[in-house]
């Protein structure tokens, strides 16, 4: 079990947009996730609106992203160059290159030639003490009083000509 947690209440359909505490009542860990849970919603909506499902973004610095998150074939190794990379609101960062074959960056390379399409699979992953034991807090004898979550992502790839003949593999991308 990673969290002991209440009711997660968050609905986007119902377009909530803040939750008021009142006077004197008590205040639940429930209220202050469904608060965050709002926040960051709209913050992925606005983030998804001004860059796309798929982009990069300027540079605090002023150099052009264009090799950010960038999917270039090095022989036979597959690589994701470093940089920061948006998907529906989500923030990818890649302190360094990286090769593709590393399990947490792929879930599985294609095994036979041909042309295929690569694309980045994102989600939001729970982390608890068992990954992350700096969670624990020493004051209150090595008990947690939360738990994270983590954007995770991995390049993916489907085939897109089905085509077992090709002498390379060409990969051919939207979000990469």
């Known amino acids: 079990m990673y969290a002991d947690v209440e009711r997660m209440r968050f609905d986007s359909a119902k377009q909530i947009v803040r939750l008021i505490h009142q006077q004197g009542r008590v205040f639940l860990p429930s209220e202050l996730n ?3 849970d709002i926040i960051l919603h709209y913050l992925r909506m ?20 264009a090799d950010d998150f960038k999917l270039v074939q090095d022989g036979k190794t597959l690589i994701v160059t470093k940089g920061h990379y948006w998907v529906d609101g989500y923030l990818l960062e890649l302190p360094a290159d990286q ?12 095994n ?3 042309s295929y399409l690569a694309y980045l699979d994102v989600w939001e992953r729970h982390i608890g003490p068992a990954e992350d ?12 009083t939360c738990t994270r979550t983590e954007v995770a992502w991995q390049v993916r790839f489907q085939s897109v000509d089905g ?8 990969v051919a991308s939207n979000y990469l």
């Open 34 to 36: 469904e608060q965050t």
């Open 46 to 65: 606005l983030v998804t609106d001004l860059v796309g499902h798929g982009a990069t973004g300027t540079k605090a610095d002023g150099t052009t992203p």
């Open 99 to 110: 090769a593709v074959d590393v399990p947490t960056y792929a879930s599985e390379l294609p």
């Open 112 to 114: 036979k030639p041909g």
């Open 133 to 144: 034991p700096e969670m624990a807090e020493v004051a209150l004898g090595g008990v947690t």
């Open 163 to 170: 085509k077992d003949d090709a002498a390379n593999v060409v």
